[in-house]
């Protein structure tokens, strides 16, 4: 009898154990992330685009370029120069070093676009979201868009330059007065269409705060949308800042700018294209690798794709 208990257990009989679910753990970013690093080709141009603005960032602080000086204006045969060993991307037409020029016009570029895109997010998502979700709200911020978006966004930030002058303040806030109230719109849409869903309905008859089911019911299931949003907004803002910068209602003089650079440059394309085209290439490539970047955050955030 002994053998036998040593052979067998008896098993124990646990009523809760029918009601468990056996099913993986699942992770919301860990899953981002893991759809993000399938696609082998957009990890590349991430990794790219990390390196580009990396050095877009830290290459100014050791070549402390000064738009404003020229070393060698006395000089002509510094002028114009090609591509060489010395001199990576060649000099102007003041002698200056154009790898450092470029870089540095970069950099500002980019801390443009990035800066409003924050900007124009936080403002945007925030008072959108209250936008969609109140009704009282939408009856008089419909008329505010209204008024908003029927002034050319051209005259208005000519006019500002005017006023304000150039520079970085100035500049971040031409391209953000008004451009927040597109991605308030475009929230507050994608808003209404989800919250009279049931779930929404039942949290408010509960007396759930607005605020409350605003950034737990709704929020959370736009956040493919919004990425979606921002892989077009910092490239749209870059490209802002170089059309203001190519009219000369950029930055001005003594800031350096891919803009500013393109619009100096255009009329040596023919006889020096090195000039024109290297910073138009470097816009591009900045511009391209954000944008592929972006969508693939926005697919990759979207539930749907996760396996």
Not at 34 to 41: A, G, H, I
Request: include cysteine; glycine fraction near 6%; charged fraction near 15%.
């Amino acid at each position: 009898m002994s053998e036998k208990n040593d052979l067998f257990t008896f098993a124990e009989f646990d009523e809760t154990k029918s009601e468990h679910i056996a099913a993986p753990r699942y992770s919301y970013w860990k899953s981002v992330w893991r759809t993000f690093v399938s696609n082998k080709f957009i990890v590349a141009v991430c990794i790219m685009m990390l390196i580009v603005v990396a050095f877009a960032m830290i290459q100014p602080l050791f070549s402390h370029y000064d738009p404003l000086f020229a070393p060698n204006i006395n000089d002509p045969t510094s002028k114009f120069q090609s591509p060489s060993a010395e001199h990576i991307f060649g000099t102007d037409n003041i002698g200056r070093d154009l790898f450092d020029a470029v870089w540095a016009g970069a950099k500002n570029s980019l801390i443009i676009g990035f800066g409003c895109t924050i900007i124009n997010m936080i403002l945007g998502v925030v008072i959108g979201a209250i936008w969609g979700f109140s009704k009282k709200m939408d009856v008089w911020m419909i008329e505010v868009y209204n008024v908003i978006s029927n002034v050319p966004f051209l005259l208005l930030a000519m006019i500002l330059s005017y006023v304000l002058g150039s520079g970085f303040k100035s500049l971040i806030f031409i391209m953000c007065v008004t451009n927040w109230i597109y991605v308030a719109y475009f929230i507050r849409t994608q808003v209404m269409i989800i919250r009279d869903r049931e779930y929404n309905l039942a949290s408010k008859c509960l007396g759930t705060p607005t605020w409350t089911i605003i950034t737990k019911n709704i929020l959370p299931y736009l956040i493919s949308v919004i990425m979606t949003y921002v892989s077009r907004e910092i490239p749209t803002n870059i490209s802002y800042e170089v059309f203001l910068s190519y009219l000369g209602l950029g930055l001005g003089q003594q800031n350096a700018s891919l803009g500013r650079m393109i619009s100096s440059y255009t009329s040596y394309m023919n006889a020096y294209p090195h000039l024109f085209w290297i910073p138009v290439s470097l816009l591009a490539i900045i511009s391209i690798s954000l944008y592929l970047v972006g969508q693939a955050l926005a697919d990759a955030s979207d539930p749907r794709t996760h396996r």
